[in-house]
């Protein structure tokens, strides 16, 4: 029994080693927080009745048709995919970058982590064409591209995009949202629920070193066992 339990505690030491909870590493990642958390080279607009006309705007808030009543005229208003906010963009005509995270903490080269995040085309017409990407500074000097380039359809549908990163390089890390779609009539769309999360951590030599030794000890005591009984 002692040695059941020995094994145990090894397999346990290894598990807490490689397994952490999925913690979301992105500040605001569903806009709930409204306009804070993140920067963009679209202009910021108040979330007000029919605010959004001008291209190169950006809002948060609940209703697509509260901001502009020409987005997918009559159909069903479109709301956030989680909660109650979400980011809405009039597509701009010459700044590709949509939305920038801050510098996030606690990245780990050699692990794994989960990326996620939710996006809906607005209007019928010229929808965007979006990538997310990572980077180890803030000017995005060698991007890093988050899965392959997404138009989402049709509208007023919400299309998610994910992929699993293995990280080459430590915190800080900055992620961020361009759109290669820079037509003036349509281009309008929402983005909600970023994640980026550790999806599995590479165990430190040290753990693992001793987890070894439990496994070493527990069944150098089996064999000794069994030897005796002979």
Known sequence: MKNIKLIGYGVAVVAAASGMAAVNLVVNPGFELGDTGFTSLYTSTPYASQSMGLPDTYTVGASSQFVHSQWLPGAVNVAAHSG???????????????????????????????????????????????????????????????????????????????????????????????NAQFAFSGNDFGVDDINFSLESRIPEAQTLAAAAGLFGVAGLTILRRRNKKA
Do not use: C, H
């Not at 995270?101 to 939710?118: K, N, T």
């Not at 180890?136 to 997404?150: H, R, V």
């Open 84 to 178: 109650q906010n979400y980011m809405l963009n009039n597509g701009s005509e010459s700044d590709s970058t949509v939305w920038r995270s801050g510098p996030i903490a606690g990245v780990v080269s050699g692990s794994q982590y989960f990326f996620e995040a939710w996006v809906v085309s607005l209007f019928p017409s010229n929808p965007p064409q979006l990538k997310f990407q990572i980077s180890a500074d803030a000017a995005f000097t060698t991007p890093i591209d988050l899965g392959l380039s997404l138009t989402p359809t049709p509208p007023g549908t919400w299309t998610a995009t994910s992929t699993i990163w293995n990280a080459t390089f430590n915190s800080p890390v900055w992620l961020r949202l361009q």
